[in-house]
């Protein structure tokens, strides 16, 4: 198994991938427990949930990780932290896929918060990917850039959000539409940074969905 990669493995056979992009500060194990949460219902999905490239900056315990630091949260700085951290899981995806010899369709990238970021931004580097889905994050597009066979997007997000705020998932919405990607959106009325049951089943309904009527990857 992959290093530093906390994962949950199905019995059979894996003919299906989750993969988690946990937040700023977090680790793998922590987006884990939704594959836990979903296991029940996705039969033959191996869920993989690795932690990020980097120790955390804000404190100095090993458990805690980023996918690129946040010192602010301007759009110039995150557009490097992305240029920055988008080869890594280009890689680890590639890695993967040959791994269990599966095709980017059986694929789905999950996020959370920075880790959104991270897989919206898969958008420009992975064609034909499963799916994408954001919970609590927020859209930072390479300049001039076009998505590669782009596959549905769901974005959920809590309307009193303080960390990410709700109008980022409205604004993703609106660009993602400009450049040709189908987005489906979830508003979890009174919801914080977090994620909630009705987004919980939502995300499971979009996987199931997306298993379903997967067109072959050529």
Known sequence: MFENCPSLLPSGNIKKIVLFL??????????????????????????????AIEPFEGNTFSDSYQWFGLADFTPLN????????????????????????????????????????????????????????????????????????????????????????????QAAQNHLRQLGVNVMTQTCSGLGHSIDEAGLMAGLDFIKYQHQNQPIAL
């Open 78 to 169: 995150v557009r490097a932290g992305l240029d920055k951290a988008r080869p890594h899981l280009n890689r680890f995806i590639k890695r993967v896929l040959a791994e269990y010899r599966l095709l980017p369709s059986d694929l789905i990238l999950v996020g959370f918060s920075q880790g959104t970021m991270l897989a919206l931004e898969m958008l420009f580097s992975v064609s034909r990917l499963g799916g994408i889905i954001g919970y609590s994050g927020a859209f930072y597009p390479p300049v001039n850039a076009t998505p590669l066979s782009p596959p549905p997007v769901l974005l959920v997000h809590g309307t009193t959000d303080v960390v990410v705020s709700y109008a980022m998932m």
């Open 22 to 51: 946990h937040g700023y500060g977090s680790n793998g194990e922590d987006l884990l427990e939704i594959g836990r949460i979903w296991q029940p219902s996705l039969e033959h999905t191996a869920f993989l949930s690795p932690n």
